[in-house]
């Protein structure tokens, strides 16, 4: 398993200090090596490859990476390959990390480089043809990785014990937990030897190098480590911060982007955590920094922050969220140029309850990635089997158009079997052939709260955005079975099985405009009051939205400045009440026909000393919505087609050969 330290011993080393450890004396300095200096350009090659003026520029396949990780082994399997690529091919993954130099020292491909030729490093490549192994991937743009792991090195430590750290008990090689050596981060010709491989990457045509194990160890027998130089703070970071300038420089001629792997907690702590590894020192050499923020690593916790995250593992969102915006904001703050792409987690749990995450809780992970200004994300599964139904598919897929129409659908009533339903009620069954449609012509569900402002990132690219709205709270559309179950035959039922059926390709995302009567909050909603509550925080929990109509009782035009803020304000502090006071209502539907004079108080009003303030209102206008990215796009006349549960599929086909769609550019 990658980068599994000791925990405990990790928090210690947070909170306590770095452990001792004793220093190199001078003898140990090591003769001079046949590496490349850092600066200089690589040795020609004697076999033909790419050269540094043919290198290919800065992939723009895309701006926003979702990658995964296949190792060493996995390289050399063609079963192995064979599911990485189809991955590649048949879900939105559009990068790959693979081991250029692997957790042994063992490269993966022949190398050129003089040192790794003599020590044996590239006795046993996987790969023997780099520049036809790396052309699948570019004929299809995907963002290639090399990662390199440099400083946990047996294969390196053991031919030049002079470079190792040196076990002060023994006076031999000092080894991990899993009595793997580790050559010692001060020395200039470890720097020198792990650069020459980055720029052999560069020249094979990898689109990125990434630096893995680029601190000190965290796992064995720490207190007989022989460094070179004493084992302090300043030459911690200085040693890692040097490996990265001197990297950073002989990577420039190539164009090919520099990243570098650090530990979740590294965020969280104002030093090294005792391995070397600081943010601030960290982020001005490399273009992008990787916190493998995997809930399973955090088993204390999150510094400073509410004490449930103590369970890390049940908060899958919430610990990639808030370490990712952590992240983001201490390492722009050092280098305004410099990008977040957090490893997370699709392995099993080891430190907690032994799960193994379902899709839903890896899409949680993403979407906290994402919603904390990342700019893409890595997956790592050691076993290389990864969880397909996290990932949306790659098909159906549309060029880019944000100038597009957005598809809202207008839902009211929906029959249960055995209870009076409205005239022009719908089925399950009707719902369900909807979604199936949207699904299959590449629609995306998003709440209205997130079409208005045009916050649409969490649409894949190539998906079109659609937003399901169900108006009035009727019974149909949300019951409670015994034991409370969710009723398979009322909306809500059919949302999560569908949900459950396509976990990434279709999020729970809806909007339910709730009715309220004056003096009788809850009743009637969703057909019961002793449960409402329960019903609308059950929305929230699962992502969907709650918006509400005016509480009033003849046209909103016709009110006074103050009758309209009672209207809009009531309910909003209603259902406030029902989910939480941190829940802010900001969609509306307002009544067919009729809007106020004064459209300033739909986006802020008081009432009762309560603020409200809606950013989206649907009303009386039917057909497609215009985009939030065209000009003119009002956000409280958005329009709706109005759902019959007929013949959706046909209907969609038509508006396509008429007009178009939005297609989403990505996140």
Do not use: C
Request: glycine share 8%; no cysteine; charged share 20%.
């Amino acid at each position: 398993m990658k980068r599994r330290p000791l925990f405990a011993l990790l928090f210690i080393l947070i909170y306590f200090g770095s452990v001792p450890s004793v220093v190199a004396p001078e003898r140990l300095a090591p003769a001079r090596l046949a590496v490349v200096e850092p600066a200089a350009a690589p040795a020609e090659p004697a076999a033909p490859q790419p050269q540094a003026e043919q290198a290919a520029a800065p992939s723009e396949r895309s701006g926003y990476i979702k990658g995964f990780y296949i190792s060493y082994a996995a390289l050399g399997n063609a079963d192995f390959i064979a599911h990485a690529q189809d991955l590649l091919e048949n879900t939105e993954l559009n990068a790959i990390v693979m081991d250029f130099k692997s957790d042994r020292g063992l490269l993966t491909f022949p190398t050129q480089v003089p040192l790794a030729q003599e020590i044996g490093a590239g006795q046993a490549p996987v790969i023997q043809d780099p520049a036809a192994f790396l052309g699948w991937f570019k004929e299809r743009g995907v963002h290639t990785v090399a990662r390199i792991v440099i400083f946990k090195d047996t294969v390196l430590a053991s031919a030049y014990p002079s470079l190792a750290i040196i076990d002060a008990a023994t006076g031999n090689l000092w080894r991990d937990q899993e009595q793997q050596a580790w050559v010692d981060p001060n020395r200039q010709e470890v720097w020198d030897y792990n650069t020459a491989l980055a720029v052999e990457a560069a020249r094979l045509g990898f689109d990125e190098v990434q630096f893995d194990y680029v601190r000190f160890p965290t796992d064995g027998n720490l207190h007989t480590a022989l460094y070179a130089l004493p084992n302090t703070y300043e030459n911690r970071t200085a040693a890692i911060s040097g490996l990265l300038r001197s990297t950073q420089a002989a990577l420039a001629p190539y164009g090919v982007v520099f990243g570098v792997d650090v530990f979740g907690y590294t965020p969280w702590v104002n030093d090294d955590v005792g391995i070397g590894q600081e943010i601030e020192t960290l982020a001005p050499y490399v273009d992008y920094l990787a916190p493998m923020v995997y809930p399973s690593t955090f088993a204390n916790g999150l510094p400073g922050q509410n004490p449930k995250y103590a369970n890390a593992i049940a908060y899958p969102y919430e610990i990639v969220h808030l370490s990712t915006i952590r992240a983001v904001a201490r390492a722009r703050a050092a280098n305004p140029a410099v990008e977040i792409r957090p490893w997370l987690q699709d392995f099993g749990d080891y430190a907690f309850d032994w799960r193994d995450y379902t899709p839903g809780e890896i899409r949680a992970q993403m979407d906290g990635a994402r919603e904390a200004g990342a700019r893409g994300w890595y997956l790592w599964d050691p076993a290389v089997r990864y969880t397909r139904e996290a990932l949306v598919a790659a098909e159906p897929s549309f060029p880019p158009d944000r100038a597009g129409q957005v598809l809202v659908l207008a839902y009211r009533d929906f029959a249960l079997p055995g209870e009076a339903a409205s005239a022009g009620a719908l089925t399950a069954g009707q719902l369900r052939a909807d979604l199936e449609a949207l699904l299959a012509a590449g629609f995306f569900p998003v709440n209205l709260r997130d079409l208005a402002p045009g916050k649409l990132s969490a649409v894949p690219a190539g998906k079109r955005a659609v937003v399901l709205t169900f108006d009035d709270s009727f019974a149909g559309q949300f019951r409670l079975l015994e034991g409370g179950r969710v009723d398979p035959q009322s909306a809500v039922g059919v949302l999560v099985a569908f949900n459950a059926e396509h976990p990434a390709d279709w999020p729970l995302r809806a909007t339910f405009f709730v009715r309220q009567e004056a003096g009788r909050p809850g009743d009637g909603l969703f057909g019961t009051n002793d449960v409402a509550a329960l019903k609308l925080q059950l929305l929230r929990g699962w992502g969907m939205e709650v918006g509400v109509r005016p509480l009033a009782d003849r046209p909103l035009r016709e009110m006074t400045p103050e009758e309209l803020q009672q209207a809009l304000g009531q309910p909003a502090a209603q259902v406030a009440e029902w989910i939480g006071d941190d829940y802010a209502v900001t969609s509306l539907a307002l009544p067919d026909g009729d809007f106020p004079r004064d459209r300033a108080l739909l986006a802020d009003g008081v009432y009762e000393g309560h603020s409200y303030g809606y950013a989206a209102a649907v009303g009386a206008n039917q057909g497609l919505a215009v985009s939030p990215w065209v000009e003119g796009f009002d956000p409280y006349r958005i329009a709706r087609v109005p759902a019959s549960g007929e013949g959706l599929a046909a209907w969609l086909r038509q508006m396509e050969a008429r007009g178009r769609f939005y297609v989403s550019a990505g996140e």
